[in-house]
């Protein structure tokens, strides 16, 4: 590991400070410290913000609203959580393993580095990791890869199972930082890789996520996260599918749904969505939406299979989704 | 600088230490106190051979800095036995052979021991979802699972 300064902050306000001086912040680490081990991630100073009075889950008319702090197993396992929004606690309950999610914050959740091997290889080109340098994914090992929303430069999956909910759900972040306070959608914290992808998200130098929101919807009771992968527990997505239905006499309302291990963010798909909204809520209308899903897909030799899985989960996912009571 | 040094209290016993930032929980426990139980497998968060417990939850040590946990109460598999008693989720893997080579056993231990604390373990399904984040390579997973299942048995009993 390089070497660098540690240091604890006392308040928002102080991170912050320290953060455009050039520190890096640090809340669970369980991204972090690895890729520091690995020196794919090198900083010089480290803020840790885990003192900051940031965790907590709460609700209110709007929403459930999820400090950043709190760590991915106080969430999952929260009354207010698992009745408002059941999603979310599935979603994080199939992500990581019990000690990381022990570990693991939301907000460094959301924040979470790509899987992809040759990112976490130094020896491979990676434009994530050294712009400019190629990327080795392309004409490599590409089954875990995505089909949606790559580039030339990049073609790693968002691994996230958290942020594929909250993007179905309409959920937003709350951040603090150097120009005071903003609230926004979490879809717009994510950027394409585009010719960029060592430009991973929108937050401001030193902006710092404080919370997460998640409004109270009509779809957030009927909800699934489905999670398809090579191991049933303690595994990235191949695919996964965040499905919620606001469903009235047979019809549904409102479809909302986004999917993992596919994109290179959080892929919500809309079209689908659109779809779906005035059906009748069957097998057939969750086919036909499914079909819409991979429309602009671009698959590689060796990710051929993520077109077919991903409408099949899909289908199964708004199954789910549409047989709860 | 805040004061350079950390205070933790490992196994009930507290230790001030003044540490390079660098050095991992795990670290700190191996290499500063000599308690070599907790063991470094994948060192990358994959494996859980290095789960310890910090108050009282249980985590990767060999992905958190020591100097994070200042405050922290932290227990070992060393810190698991009451004297020459072992603690009875010890006493249940030694009864179902829940090990083979021994690497990953400690982990095993503090991660069932949280597992069975959590309410995690009310039936083998149950028991192998949230026991996923230990491998064991020579796969005594039939009997981790019946030595946590057990433990949940007699704690209900």
Known sequence: MTPFSYEAAASAAEAIEKSLAGGRYIAGGTT??????????????????????????????????????????????????????????????????????????????????????????????????????????RGGFTRAHAILGTSEHCIATHPSDLAVALVALGGTIRTAGPRGSREFPLEELYRLPGDTPHLEHTLLPAE?????????????????????????????????????????DGRVRQARIAAGGIGTIPWRL???????????????????????????????????????????????????????? | MASPTTSLTINGIQHDFVLDPRTSLLDLLREHLGLHGTKKGCNQGACGACTVLVDGKRINSCLTLAVMHGGARVTTIEGLAEGARPHPLQAAFIEHDAFQCGYCTPGQILSGVACLAEGHASAPEEIKAWMSGNICRCGAYAGIVAAIAEAAEKNRA
Not at chain 1, 276 to 299: I, S
């Open chain 1, 32 to 137: 972090l410290i690895d890729l520091m081990r690995e020196e794919i991630e090198r900083p010089e100073r480290l803020i840790d913000i885990n003192r900051l009075p940031l965790g907590g889950i709460s609700e209110d008319a709007g929403g459930l609203i999820i400090g950043a702090l709190a760590r991915m197993a106080e969430v999952a396992a929260h009354p207010a959580a698992g009745r408002a929004q059941p999603l979310i606690v599935e979603a994080l309950l199939e992500g990581a393993s019990p000690q990381l999610r022990n570990m693991a914050s939301i907000g460094g959740n959301l924040m979470q580095r790509v899987r992809c091997p040759y990112f976490r290889t130094l020896d491979a080109p990676c434009n994530k990791r050294t712009p400019g340098s190629g990327c080795a994914a």
């Open chain 1, 208 to 248: 710092l996520i404080t919370a997460v929101k998640v409004p109270h919807g009509a779809y957030a009771r009927r909800a699934r996260y489905l999670k398809v992968r090579d191991r049933a527990s303690y595994e990235f997505a191949l695919v996964s599918v965040a499905a919620a239905l606001d469903i009235a």
């Open chain 1, 270 to 325: 809309r079209a689908s969505e659109a779809a779906l909204a005035g059906t009748v809520a069957n097998e057939t209308a969750w086919r036909e939406a499914a079909t819409l899903a991979v429309a602009d897909a671009r698959p590689l030799p060796g990710n051929e299979y993520k077109l077919v899985l991903l409408q099949r989960t899909i289908v199964r996912a708004l199954e789910l989704a549409g047989e709860i009571p």
